[in-house]
């Protein structure tokens, strides 16, 4: 053996991969809740951070301020945020990727474009059948 194939065939038995579909399962489902844990950890901050230090320097500047003002503007900011995601950052971002499929090696453009190019011959295949049969 070469030196050249010894390294591939190290480098193939080291790269080795394994399919463990309950794994990338119970990836996939820790990676949808995440969500949700991440709403419970944002309000369990917000009630820490309102209780432990933003309580007295509010209500110093806005007496009678309380908690669920605090989350009632919390609550703003985030639908505001989510507009923004929605009208601008999102349109863009699927903009992006569909741009780098048709740029970059995306073995998905490469079928859809042999699917295409069937489809066209089928066509194509189809009229000139219709027209010999008039």
Do not use: C
């Not at 990836?27 to 230090?53: D, H, P, R």
Request: net charge positive.
């Amino acid at each position: 053996m070469s030196i050249l194939k010894e390294d591939m065939y190290m480098l193939r038995k080291i790269f080795k991969q394994y399919k463990l579909p309950w794994v990338g399962g119970a990836k996939e489902m820790l990676a949808q809740t995440v969500f949700y844990i991440s709403m419970i950890n944002f309000v369990l901050i917000a009630i820490t951070a309102y209780n432990t230090t933003l309580r007295t320097y509010l209500q110093s500047w806005l007496p009678g301020f309380q908690l669920w003002m605090f989350f009632a503007i919390l609550t703003t900011l985030v639908i505001i945020i989510m507009i923004i995601e929605y009208k601008f950052i999102a349109p863009s971002l699927y903009s992006f990727r569909s741009k780098q499929m048709f740029e970059h090696e995306s073995k998905v453009m490469d079928e859809l474009r042999d699917i295409k190019k069937k489809v066209a011959d089928i066509e194509k295949k189809l009229k000139h059948k219709g027209k010999s049969k008039k």
